[in-house]
């Protein structure tokens, strides 16, 4: 019989009742060491105190009113996320890939109204991963994902990760943007190089392009800048990001410039949750505390410490692991034995991890990391590699 709950899950088999900072206990009171965080959401730890008192108070006064009228701190977060990026304007939804559906059918439109609605194809990467509705699993262009869902949304021309002459070569007069995620995160931890980016940004310029970047796994403070695009020194048309924004609370947004975002002109789009009071007072939250003075700092510090640490692992273990890569808090370990053996022996040893491609396990932890969490870790991972050499031996 099926679950009550649709089954396109596959869980593991514990559930947790309560979180407090970079833990997750369960109802039996085992507790993890959590560098999932939920997949990279909860940004600021479980029960941050700030995040807490904003959604406590909001949810005093206000919890939905929608976009038939103005939202003032909708107003507040755009203004203040347009005054720390590229973006002239932002529009709010719910997820991840209701961002990614905002920047896709703002690139459509903008070249429509340029009197060039020919020009509607997205070129993407192989391994990308932008979120599951039809346009998303067609721009990422995964096999996995798109089994069964057929016909494939029309529009999208993949190229491989980080060859720019493929890029170039897959441009026509239909191209309308390229779409990228700086570090991929699903597709394995991989990051583009500065000189990719740099590149992608320059053939956008020459050929009319809108460059438009996926942040919803590496924005908001995980790879120790505020974007990751930040360390190429570029800066996209179009930016989407979720996960993070919330620090758990469900939302995201689309950034762009104002000649990006004058396409959605009134009318043209349009979501009922997006920018919602209680999400405002959460994201308004979530950026007191990752744009405070050394907040930033403090991440690169810490990523560069569990980053030197998870060296010296891979040096040791040789037969378990293979390297690191990432930036900030965004790390990946390249494993030899199966990623899955290592993700559940982290578990059964109190900590929490996430299985990506390329055989890679992710570690996301909360930003607000200490030392002792990076030791804990450390040991743990040090623990984990041993035993599962020692079996393989
Ligand atoms: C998670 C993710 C998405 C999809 O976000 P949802 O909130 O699950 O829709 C899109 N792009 C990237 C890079 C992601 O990591």
Redesign the pocket.
């Known amino acids: 019989m099926i679950p009550a709950v649709m089954p396109t899950y596959g869980r593991m088999d514990v559930a947790f009742e309560r979180g407090e900072g970079a833990y997750l206990y369960t109802a039996d009171g085992r507790r993890y060491l959590d560098f999932g965080a939920g997949?990279?959401v909860a940004s600021l730890g479980h029960c941050h105190p700030h995040l807490v008192a904003a959604l406590r108070q909001q949810a005093e006064s206000l919890w939905h009113c929608s976009n038939l009228y103005h939202i003032p701190e909708q107003q507040r977060l755009a203004q203040r996320l347009v005054n720390a990026t590229f973006a002239d304007s932002v529009f709010f939804c719910n997820?991840?890939?209701?961002?990614?559906e905002c920047g896709l059918k703002m690139v459509r439109r903008y070249h429509h109204l340029a009197g060039n609605p020919e020009r509607y194809r997205v070129i993407t990467v192989a391994g990308a991963?932008?979120?599951?509705?039809l346009s998303?699993i067609a721009a990422g262009g995964s096999p996995k994902y798109l089994d069964g869902f057929a016909p494939v949304v029309d529009g999208f021309d993949q190229v491989p990760f980080g060859n720019l002459n493929e890029v170039r070569a897959a441009i026509t007069p239909e191209t309308a943007a390229i779409l990228i995620?700086p570090i991929?995160?699903?597709g394995g931890i991989h990051p583009a190089t500065t000189d990719f980016l740099r590149g992608l940004r320059a053939a956008a310029d020459e050929f009319g392009l809108l460059l438009f970047l996926?942040?919803?796994?590496?924005g908001v403070g995980r790879t120790g800048r505020l974007f990751a695009h930040e360390w190429a020194e570029i800066t996209p048309d179009i930016m989407?990001v979720?996960?993070g924004i919330g620090g758990g609370f469900p939302m995201?947004a689309c950034l762009a410039t104002e000649t990006a975002a004058q396409a959605l002109t009134a009318g043209s789009h349009g979501t009922t949750f997006g920018g919602n009071p209680l999400a405002m007072a959460v994201g308004n939250a979530v950026l007191d505390v990752v744009l405070e003075d050394g907040f930033l700092e403090q991440v690169r510090a810490i990523g560069a410490e569990l980053h030197k640490g998870l060296d010296d692992l891979v040096a040791r273990h040789p037969g378990v692991l293979a390297g690191v890569r990432g930036t900030g808090l965004m790390l990946g370990l390249k494993c030899v034995v199966e990623n899955t053996a290592l993700l559940a022996r982290l578990f059964d040893n109190g900590m929490l991890t996430v299985p990506a491609g390329d055989n890679v396990v992710r570690l996301l932890p909360p930003l607000v990391l200490g030392d002792g969490h990076v030791r804990e870790a450390l040991e743990i991972l040090d623990n984990s590699c041993a035993a599962l050499a020692e079996k393989a031996a």
């Open positions: 997949i990279a997820s991840g890939a209701e961002a990614i991963f932008h979120g599951r509705t998303t995620e991929q995160g699903e996926d942040e919803v796994q590496c989407a979720a996960k995201g």
